[in-house]
């Protein structure tokens, strides 16, 4: 009879492991994998030149575990990317704040202007209170709000017909040496593409959009950083007639 229970016992023991083990495995498939990602300013992926000094910023969660819900999230926003920590960000540090919101959060940092770049990323917590891990950098950089910032003449060309529709417009320059990001900001009432060292800026086709000429001009913003080198730099704007001529060429600034 003794032996009996001890064989009983030893059995539920073995059970009881097991029913453990299968416990932390559950527990560990459940276990949530929270991660942020595609950070979009605006509703746009890395926007440059936008309008808004105040711009909203989103992100998506996505986690391994059905349910998953985001309680609380921390904004990091920064002039320099190597400045994104905590102890660091120059332009703001939001710090935890319980919300499930994830779609434009509104920008709160210190105050932005023409031409201000800007590097960001976001952290969430789960409906636990488990974070995730610091999502990607992303970044977005603000146009030329003000009159006063453009301090260029649009050029024009004569209605001609020996003068050709799609001319090219040359600018050359030197840099002792290329740094940090370089935008160019392009305002063009007919279709434009920008050539930098023989290289297309870009792979916009048809730009500017279309808009309504009386009321607005579209700005395209380029980042050239890439295309930038030591020495001479050759610099080509190939214009081509849009809505706004119906046939002249277009004109850029």
Known sequence: MILK???????????????????????????????????RCEYLSNPLGINNVNPGLSWKIKSNKNGTSQSAYQL???????????????????????STTSLLVPYNGKQLSSRSLAYWKVRVWDENGSASNWSEVAEFSVGLLDKTDWNADYIGLPENDEISESPMLRKTFTLSEPGGKVLLYVNSLGYHEVYLNGVK???????????????????????????????ENDLVIWLGSGWYSYGLPGVVH
Do not use: H
């Open 5 to 39: 229970v001890k064989k009983l016992t030893r059995c539920l023991l073995i059970l009881s492991l097991a029913a453990t083990c299968l416990f932390q495995m559950s527990c560990q498939k459940q276990k949530s994998d929270l991660t942020t990602f595609d950070l």
């Open 201 to 231: 800026v870009g792979e916009n086709v048809l730009s500017p959009a279309v808009s309504q000429f009386d009321k607005r001009s579209q700005v395209i913003t380029y980042d050239v950083s890439p295309y930038l080198k030591t020495g």
């Open 76 to 98: 990091l926003v920064a002039s320099e990317s190597t400045l994104l920590n905590e102890q660091n960000a120059d332009l703001w540090n939001s710090d935890k704040v319980s």
